[in-house]
């Protein structure tokens, strides 16, 4: 069980135990399991800091978390919403956050696969409090669509939390024996970081070590 009064680290040897007991190859695909410390490190301080930032805010009634991986980020997103929406496209990412929810005693988060280019056209206007989008920007050839679609769900008093890797000349170095980063649709951020802020404003901005682009953004519109 992972409990909440758990670290990040103590909460990923209980859940990597679990993934590998259910065969879940696809959780254990993260860099968070990675046998590389660096590698965990950097993964982990990213985590840290969404997660910091999300609990930092004051309790609220949904929160988003658009691609959840393996859910790593459901714990604190849990804490501080009523609900949370956890969807992806990828049916193996949702049985992997479900089982990493379970293990977490999260009992308010509901799960949807969605099919891509869809994501978010089931929710309303101005009723989501808090989207996260972890590494998942980079992944979409229609990012420019989801970032209005986050803008069009935002609440004008909501945050969205963002992180997406530079894929500069150390990233790539960085990453160069994890295959499952080949399938990005962006060969740098510059161009998100531009799709992000023609919608929002930033509140926070941060780097780790310059392979990732971490972000606190709040709706423009008024």
């Known amino acids: 069980m992972v409990a909440r009064s758990m670290g990040l680290r103590d909460a990923l040897e209980v859940a990597e135990v679990a993934f590998r007991s259910a065969n879940d190859h696809v959780a254990l695909r993260s860099p968070l399991f990675s046998t590389n410390p660096l590698r965990r490190w950097v993964v982990s301080s990213r985590i840290r800091f969404l997660g910091s930032e999300i609990q930092s805010r004051a309790n609220t009634a949904l929160g988003l978390d658009f691609g959840p991986g393996f859910g790593v980020l459901l714990p604190y997103l849990s804490e501080r919403h009523t609900k949370v929406l956890s969807v992806d496209v990828d049916p193996d ?3 992997s956050a479900r089982l990493y ?4 005693g999260l009992s308010n988060v509901e799960f949807q696969q969605v099919s ?3 994501e978010l056209t089931h929710v309303e206007d101005g009723s989501v409090d808090t989207i996260v989008a972890a590494d998942v920007l980079e992944h979409l050839p229609h990012s420019v669509k989801v970032i209005l679609e986050f803008r069009r769900v935002l609440s004008p008093s909501g945050f969205l939390f963002v992180s997406i890797p530079t894929e500069n000349w150390m990233y790539r170095m960085f990453e160069n024996d994890d295959a ?3 399938y990005h649709d962006r060969t740098g951020y510059t161009d998100l970081r531009e799709q992000l ?3 929002f404003q930033i509140v926070k901005e941060r780097s ?4 990732f682009g971490l972000f606190v953004l709040r709706n423009r519109r008024t």
């Open 93 to 95: 990412c949702i049985r």
């Open 101 to 104: 929810a379970s293990l977490a």
């Open 116 to 118: 891509g280019g869809s």
């Open 180 to 182: 499952g980063h080949l």
């Open 197 to 199: 802020l023609a919608q």
């Open 208 to 211: 780790v070590l310059g392979l």
